[in-house]
């Protein structure tokens, strides 16, 4: 027996919240699930939410249930789940989990429909494909095992019965493929090549999508004879696909000496928030990430750039007078700002594409090429290394 549907005001604020985000209405079909499915039986007792200072403020329910509850019913993305001091789980903002059911088309195509869920999270968008395509249709499948457990509690004692999988959401499950529809709910820098397998031949891949220097983007891939090729979306930055944490590398190396240079490129051109400039350096210069420094210790302004995957780093300082140019330092055997600089040139000779004309093929062996689609035609984007 299904749990009882949201309360009634708070799900209708919910809604309204939702249909003002996406600038239209939902579906019906959409929103009475939205409706339906009581986002607060997937939420535990302690949540946060940002408090719009880059932090996050705590909501409890036994000493604030008002608030919990109204939160529970905000469009907002809450944090369930902190280890060693950085939120590990979240429950998505209730607009974001629409858009992606909305590009899915889960409300247009015809029943029955095999979907499997990487992510299960609190259970809440599980309960949501429960609603709209039956028990049986849904596989989740969640890595952390502790996530799992409450996951499967709450969709039981909500009343939904989707089969629940304690494993590696990157391996998929082979058990019930293939299916017409694999929805990622964390993030991925590459296509594991288990969801290829296992989905059916035109079916298709929702993922949001991260790279080491933006996370942002939702691709929508369609998988035919063991390939897949699709488009991004301009929306969704989720948290990575859970993997070990690769050792940080050091900002020296005893096998390649400092080199010292000046650019006229800013680095705000580059990571200074504009999304379409940042996905595509992102694709196209894989493990270069970057952090702000404002301390002062070393310059007015510094942009840090590091490798992830090795001792490659560079500085790029503004001196506070001379927007024309920048004093380089970097070492390693990447020479990354050459890469971000080459990269940065390419987008522009493209004509400066937005998120939405790039897109992926990712062959039957899984090599992926990234494309860029200008005037009607796709020119391949090289990737740096």
């Known amino acids: 027996m299904r ?16 249909e003002q985000f996406l600038g239209h209405p939902v579906p019906p ?9 009581p986002r607060h039986l997937f939420l535990p007792d302690r949540i946060w939410r940002g408090d719009g200072q880059g932090g996050y403020e705590l909501c409890d329910r036994t000493v604030e249930p008002d608030r ?24 998505s ?25 990487m992510g299960t999270a609190t259970g809440f968008n599980a309960a949501l494909l429960c609603t709209l395509l039956g028990d049986q249709a849904v596989t989740t499948i969640e890595s952390d095992a502790a996530l799992a457990k409450v996951g499967e509690r709450n969709l039981h004692m909500a009343g939904y019965t989707p089969t629940v999988v304690r494993g590696d959401g990157a391996a998929g499950w082979p058990d019930r493929a293939p299916y017409d529809l694999i929805l ?57 696909m859970r993997r070990p944490r690769p050792t940080t590398p050091g900002p020296t190396t005893a096998d390649h000496s400092t080199q010292h240079a000046t650019t006229k490129l800013s680095p705000w051109a580059v990571a200074g928030g504009d999304l379409n400039t940042e996905f595509h350096i992102g694709l196209t210069v894989p493990g270069a990430r970057f952090a702000w420094n404002a301390s002062g210790s070393h310059a007015p302004v510094r942009l840090e750039v590091a490798d992830t995957t090795g001792p490659s780093w560079a500085t790029i300082d503004y001196d506070g007078h001379h927007g024309d140019r920048f004093a380089v330092t970097q ?7 050459e890469e971000i600089t080459a990269a940065y040139d390419r987008w522009l000779r493209l004509g400066r594409p937005s998120v939405e004309q790039h897109g992926l093929t990712v062959a039957p062996a899984g090599a992926h090429t990234h494309w860029v689609e200008v005037a009607g035609r796709r020119h391949t984007v090289r990737v740096s290394r």
């Not at 749990?3 to 939702?18: E, G, M, N, S, Y």
């Not at 079909?29 to 499915?37: G, Y």
């Not at 070492?331 to 700002?337: F, H, Q, V, Y």
């Open 68 to 91: 919990w509850l109204e939160a529970a019913y905000t469009d907002v993305s809450l944090v369930t789940q902190f280890t060693e001091g950085l939120p590990t789980s979240s429950a």
């Open 184 to 240: 990622s709910t964390f993030s991925v820098d590459h296509l594991p090549p288990a969801w290829t397998a296992q989905t059916a031949q035109g079916g298709r891949i929702l993922t949001p999508w991260n790279s080491a220097w933006c996370c942002y983007g939702t691709l929508e891939a369609t998988t035919r004879d063991g390939s897949a090729q699709g488009r991004f979306h301009p929306f969704a930055a989720y948290m990575p």
């Open 3 to 18: 749990a009882p549907a949201a309360p009634a005001a708070h799900a209708q604020q919910l809604l309204a919240q939702v």
């Open 29 to 37: 079909v959409l929103a009475q699930a939205l409706r339906t499915v």
């Open 331 to 337: 070492a390693g055997p990447r020479p990354l700002w």
């Open 93 to 117: 903002m209730p607009s974001m989990v629409l858009r992606t059911l909305l590009l899915a088309s889960l409300h247009t195509l015809p029943s029955p429909l095999s979907v499997v869920e």
